[in-house]
């Protein structure tokens, strides 16, 4: 477990950037959900493959530290993959494809980082709470999101804002707590 923590916490500034860039995301487009869309997509699939290699590099570095290590192995592959994909479809396609996946992919990664929360949890529960809260709030609004062809068109976008401001702000709160490991 030394070895685990050790490891995982000379990374924290990940989460950290995934978590602002997320929460900024999320405030444009709250702010411009017309002007967001097609931008949107583009940047989306951008940052899935940067977080894949992000993931890959994390493999790459603690592979005999981390137990579980083949989760980030498999997340990291998923996220290069679908974001290669995903940038080599026309603009049209993609923005359909950009509400699925995006929906999709913010559920999977929220189970995910549950299943972090819990690895990280020791000694502090107001941090777990705060976590699990976050998450089962991206996980609620990302189904929301994907819930009706109604629901995508009109209010899809604020429920997309909300969730991945809710998933950053996770992600800025686990930066802190590996951050908080490593003193």
């Known amino acids: ?100 996946v995006l929906g999709i992919w913010l559920i999977c990664v929220a189970i995910n980082a549950i299943c972090e929360t819990f690895v990280l949890s020791t000694g502090s529960i107001l941090w777990t709470v705060f976590s699990v809260i976050m998450l089962i709030a991206t996980i609620w609004f990302a189904v929301m999101f994907l819930s009706s062809p109604l629901t995508m068109a009109v209010a899809g976008w604020i429920y997309l804002g909300i969730s991945l401001i809710t998933f950053g702000a996770f992600r800025i709160s686990i930066s802190c707590r590996l951050r908080s490991l490593t003193a």
């Open 1 to 100: 477990m030394v070895n685990f923590t050790r490891g995982i916490t000379r990374l924290w500034w990940i989460p950290l950037i995934t978590g602002i860039v997320a929460v900024g995301l999320g405030i444009w487009c709250l702010c411009s959900p017309v002007t967001s869309v097609p931008v949107l997509a583009y940047i989306f699939a951008g940052l899935i493959c940067l977080a894949g290699v992000f993931n890959l590099v994390y493999v790459c570095v603690n592979r005999a530290k981390a137990p579980n290590w083949g989760w980030a192995l498999a997340l990291g592959l998923l996220d290069l993959l679908a974001g290669i994909w995903m940038l080599s479809l026309p603009e049209e396609e993609l923005a359909v494809t950009f509400v699925i």
